[in-house]
């Protein structure tokens, strides 16, 4: 009897407002209808929320009660997509670190910046004559950060001199790596992690890239007569041999399904590069990120960057701001449509794939998540029993076990699903 009266108190109170707002009952940090209608600076097409399933507003009130959230912290917001109006708000202004959830947000402005055809290039130049078979000249291998770059992409390139017919270089070899700063690790990285190396010439992964395209060069047959290696800068009017790139949307791919750190950071650098800076910094991509951050209406004083992989501990971020960038790709359309395709299938593929593999979940939920010691995060899209779309956030910060985390997440995808 008394949930059927609050359900009708609910609906009356709905009529009144411009956008509904429903928060856990037991919330100590609650938000109001004003912080929600501002969830974005760009809207003024909002409008009135239907009302929302009591039943699932139960579930979360009874998992905002979980044992887990007595000894850690959370930031948790769930947004209505179709509705236009948040619906459950808990911790969603604390500021938290994201872990791999931060590669959400390099890749919201990477593609809301340069595209999904834009191009990671690896570029080979010579400067100097080519007669007798002999290229008395330098070979410059130009750096893009191209994390893809590997064996065939280095065939291709020995083969390209070969079509000059060069058997024989006389020369340098040059390594230009000027696309970014000298920095091979993120600010915040622990030095005992998995770090991937910032090399902006890098071949399989490996910063090895001299090495392994002069050995190539010899196993072809071509003399590199006392050939020197050398770091350098090609100059203008080099003479180009060969162009080796992968384009954005192949790169979002691998780095959001399988949250590969290097490929994140490969696109962060992308950022930092984007309007010809060289020797282009983290600073640099930051100022990219901030400009659509401040579009959105998120204030410099509630986050901070570092990387754009999650790997450092200097990120914070809030639920209500990774709930803004959601919110603004799934509005704008050319984002969505690269987004979207890239994110982990609960209980189908990616870091996904072994989650949430049974229930209304299963093929439901899209999005990335993230792993630190002590952070557990998930932030991405649903559609709801009654059809409307969501975009949600789950921040766990403090637990002892991640597999905590990733439970309590689960079971927050799954009241939102199921009917």
Not at 274 to 279: A, L, M, P, T
Request: one cysteine or more; glycine letters at 8%; proline letters at 3%.
């Amino acid at each position: 009897m008394k949930k059927n009266i609050l359900y009708i108190l609910t609906t009356l109170l709905t009529v009144h407002l411009t956008a509904q707002t429903y928060l856990p009952s037991n919330a100590l940090n609650r938000a109001t209808p004003a912080d929600t209608v501002a969830i974005d600076s760009t809207a003024a097409d909002s409008i009135a929320a239907m009302p929302w399933p009591e039943n699932v507003i139960c579930r979360l009130d009874s998992l905002a009660n979980d044992p887990l959230l007595s000894h850690s912290q959370m930031g948790l917001m769930v947004y209505d997509l179709t509705a236009d109006s948040a619906i459950y708000c808990l911790g969603e202004k604390q500021t938290l670190r994201p872990a791999s959830t931060m590669k959400l947000v390099t890749a919201i402005t990477a593609i809301d910046k340069l595209g999904g055809g834009y191009q990671l290039r690896t570029s080979l130049y010579y400067t100097g004559e080519v007669a007798d078979s002999t290229l008395t000249g330098d070979l410059y291998c130009v750096g893009g950060m191209d994390p893809r770059f590997n064996h065939d992409d280095m065939t291709a390139f020995v083969e390209s001199l070969l079509k000059m017919g060069i058997d024989t270089i006389r020369g340098r070899i040059v390594a230009d790596t000027s696309m970014k700063d000298d920095d091979r690790l993120g600010e915040g990285w622990c030095w005992d992690d998995d770090n991937p190396v910032l090399s902006p010439l890098l071949i399989a992964r490996e910063d090895s890239f001299l090495t392994r395209f002069t050995s190539e060069l010899r196993d072809a047959g071509i003399c590199l007569d006392e050939a020197q290696c050398c770091e350098g800068t090609v100059p203008a009017g080099a003479y180009l041999v060969c162009h080796r790139f992968h384009s954005l949307d192949q790169v979002l791919m691998k780095m959001m399904k399988e949250s590969d750190n290097l490929y994140a950071e490969a696109v962060y650098y992308q950022l930092a590069a984007s309007e010809g800076v060289r020797h282009a910094t983290a600073k640099h991509a930051r100022q990219h990120i901030r400009r659509l951050l401040n579009r959105l209406g998120v204030g410099g004083g509630s986050y901070k960057l570092a990387d754009g992989s999650g790997l450092s501990l200097y990120n914070y971020v809030t639920a209500d701001m990774m709930i803004r960038l959601l919110r603004y790709a799934w509005r704008t359309q050319n984002v969505y449509a690269q987004l979207y395709p890239t994110l982990p299938i609960a209980g189908v593929d990616g870091t996904l794939e072994k989650r949430m593999t049974k229930g209304p979940a299963k093929g439901n939920v899209r999005a990335k998540t993230g792993t630190l010691t002590g952070i557990s995060s998930l932030a991405g899209y649903c559609t709801a029993a009654n059809g409307h779309e969501l975009a949600f956030c789950i921040i766990n910060q403090g637990v002892l076990r991640n597999a905590q985390g990733r439970t309590f997440q689960d079971k927050v995808c799954t009241a939102l699903c199921q009917p």
